[in-house]
């Protein structure tokens, strides 16, 4: 799958889960959806620790 693939079945599955629940209940949805996965090639100077 590419990246907007992973993406846009994401929001999908997200979408069907969310509209379970009832419209005059409060939802609060926490998580970094701008996250990314996957390798970095800048990985190893994010990772490195802090002297």
């Not at 990246?3 to 997200?14: A, S």
């Not at 009832?22 to 800048?42: Q, W, Y």
């Amino acid at each position: 799958m590419t990246n907007p693939d992973v993406k846009e079945k994401f929001y999908e599955e997200f979408d069907t889960i969310i509209t379970r629940f009832p419209h005059t209940d409060k939802l609060i949805s926490l998580g970094d959806f701008n996250a990314r996965v996957g390798s970095d090639p800048r990985k190893d100077i994010l990772d490195a620790p802090l002297l």
